[in-house]
């Protein structure tokens, strides 16, 4: 028999979503010089906060370790004020570097530690 892993999907997403809107970030002032303004609309920044806020509370759901927890959330509204207050304070902008690292490291945790801290489904044998 074939020994699987399941993974919280939530936590892979937001792995998957944190790591694109670090690179959107770091990358847009590049791909404006070449054309590519469209990456300045606002859309793409909420997009991401609502991907992020969502695969955080998906996650939070399923895990009990209550510092992991607390990681992903402090890490969120990091993000969440980060972004939104960048354009007035621009030392913001690198905050949200930080943060957005943070919750890819929090959402890697739950991943490797997925087994070890879920609650268990009382649909399961």
Do not use: R
């Not at 399941?6 to 979503?17: E, F, H, Q, T």
């Not at 300045?40 to 927890?69: D, G, M």
């Amino acid at each position: 028999m074939i020994n699987t892993i399941k993974l919280n999907k939530a936590d892979i997403i937001g792995v998957l979503s944190s790591s694109i809107c670090l690179v959107h970030c770091i990358a847009t002032p590049l791909l404006i010089a070449f054309g590519a303004g469209f990456l300045t609309n606002p859309f793409f920044k909420y997009l991401f906060l609502i991907i992020s806020f969502i695969s955080i509370l998906k996650a939070t759901e399923k895990i009990t370790h209550p510092k992991n927890s607390f990681l992903l959330w402090v890490s969120f509204w990091g993000f969440l004020f980060s972004t939104l207050l960048q354009e007035e304070f621009h030392w913001l902008h690198y905050s949200g570097y930080f943060f957005a690292l943070l919750i890819i490291t929090g959402h890697l945790l739950n991943i490797k530690y997925y087994k070890q801290f879920t609650k268990p489904d009382e649909n399961e044998n």
